[in-house]
C-alpha cells in the first residue's frame, strides 16, 4: 500500500492484558455477537480507509503501508503505539457540588464529558469526585488481525468510498457523475432533511481533493416541477377510480348473481 490509497479492510481488535485476550472492535458481526460486543446501531463489514492519513492508531497505519490485498495479518502494537501510556495528570478531582451544578449524575463507571473533555469517574468519595480523562484503551497493548480486502482504484469508486467513509449512509442512493473538472453528486432525498449532510460535506469535499482528484465538486438537490408532481396525483386518483369502479361492479355482478339464485330457489319452492 501506498500513503493516499482508499481500501476497504477487515478487521478484530482485541485487548492483551497478563496473556488474556479481550475482543473490543471487529468489522464481523458474527465474532460481535459471539463475544459479547454486537452494537445494533453499528454497520459491520468491510471498512473503507485512507492509508496515511493519520485518522487510525500509529501501529496500525504503519502495518497498513506494508500490506498487501488479500492476505492475512496479526501484529501486536504496544501503547506508545495506540492510545499511549497512561498520564497521571490527566487524573483529576472535582467537587461533589461542581459536578451537581452542571446536572452530572455521579456513579463509578460513568463516563462523563466536563469542559469539552471526556472521562469516566472512578471514585467518589464525600464532597470529592476523582475523574480519570484518559483515553480509556491508554496504556493497553492491542493485538489487531486485519485483511485488506480491496485498493480502490477507480475515480467514481473512490468517491463513493469516501462518502460511505464520511457519510455512510446508503451510499447507493448517491448518482455520481465526472465531466471534465466537475464532479457531481446528485443527492438523494434524505440528505435534504439530514442535519449530519451539512457537517458531512465538507469533510467529503476536503476528501475528494486530497485523495481523489482537485476538482470542483457539485452537489445537486432535485426537486420535481409542480405538473409533474400534480400529473403523479391525477394519475394515482385516476388509477383509484378505476378501482373502485372495478369493485363496485364485480359487488353489482355478484348481487345480481345472488338474487337469480334467490328466485330459482324460489319457483323450486312454488312447483313443489
Known amino acids: 500500500m501506498e500513503k493516499g490509497n482508499i481500501i476497504r479492510?477487515?478487521?478484530?481488535?482485541?485487548?492483551v492484558e497478563e496473556g488474556e485476550e479481550t475482543l473490543i472492535d471487529t468489522t464481523s458481526e458474527e465474532l460481535a455477537k459471539e463475544h459479547g460486543v454486537h452494537d445494533p446501531n453499528m454497520k459491520y463489514g468491510?471498512?473503507?480507509?485512507?492509508?496515511?492519513?493519520?485518522?487510525?492508531?500509529?501501529?496500525?497505519?504503519?502495518?497498513?503501508?506494508?500490506?498487501?490485498?488479500?492476505?492475512?495479518?496479526?501484529?501486536?502494537?504496544p501503547p506508545?503505539?495506540?492510545?499511549?501510556?497512561?498520564?497521571?495528570?490527566l487524573m483529576k478531582i472535582h467537587s461533589y457540588r461542581e459536578l451537581a451544578r452542571q446536572k452530572i449524575e455521579v456513579e463509578v463507571g460513568k463516563e462523563v464529558v466536563l469542559n469539552n473533555k471526556r472521562g469516566r469517574i472512578?471514585?467518589?468519595t464525600p464532597g470529592r469526585v476523582v475523574i480519570d480523562f484518559n483515553h480509556p484503551l491508554a496504556g493497553k497493548t492491542l493485538k489487531y488481525?486485519?485483511?485488506?480486502?480491496?485498493?480502490?482504484?477507480?475515480?467514481?469508486?473512490?468517491?463513493?468510498?469516501?462518502?460511505?467513509?464520511?457519510?455512510?449512509?446508503?451510499?447507493?442512493k448517491f448518482d455520481i457523475s465526472i465531466e471534465g473538472e466537475d464532479i457531481i453528486?446528485?443527492?438523494?432525498?434524505?440528505?435534504?432533511?439530514?442535519?449530519?449532510w451539512s457537517v458531512a460535506k465538507y469533510v467529503i469535499v476536503g476528501d475528494i481533493r486530497d485523495y481523489v482528484a482537485n476538482k470542483n465538486v457539485k452537489f445537486v438537490e432535485f426537486?420535481?416541477?409542480?405538473?409533474?408532481?400534480?400529473?403523479?396525483?391525477?394519475?394515482?386518483?385516476?388509477?383509484?377510480?378505476?378501482?373502485e369502479e372495478e369493485t363496485e361492479r364485480k359487488e353489482e355482478e355478484k348481487s345480481a348473481e345472488e338474487?337469480?339464485?334467490?328466485?330459482?330457489?324460489?319457483?323450486?319452492r312454488e312447483s313443489e
Open 145 to 172: 488481525r486485519f485483511k485488506v480486502v480491496e485498493k480502490i482504484d477507480k475515480e467514481e469508486d473512490k468517491i463513493r468510498a469516501i462518502i460511505e467513509m464520511d457519510y455512510g449512509k446508503e451510499v447507493d
Open 223 to 243: 426537486y420535481p416541477k409542480k405538473e409533474e408532481v400534480k400529473e403523479e396525483r391525477e394519475e394515482k386518483e385516476e388509477n383509484k377510480e378505476q378501482v
Open 46 to 77: 468491510p471498512m473503507v480507509s485512507i492509508v496515511g492519513a493519520g485518522r487510525l492508531i500509529k501501529g496500525i497505519e504503519e502495518e497498513l503501508l506494508k500490506a498487501e490485498v488479500g492476505k492475512d495479518y496479526e501484529v501486536t502494537i
Open 80 to 89: 506508545d503505539k495506540a492510545y499511549g501510556e497512561r498520564d497521571p495528570k
Open 9 to 15: 479492510w477487515e478487521y478484530e481488535a482485541w485487548v
Open 185 to 196: 453528486i446528485l443527492l438523494p432525498d434524505m440528505c435534504k432533511y439530514d442535519s449530519n
Open 259 to 268: 338474487e337469480k339464485e334467490s328466485e330459482e330457489e324460489q319457483k323450486e
Open 122 to 124: 472512578i471514585t467518589v
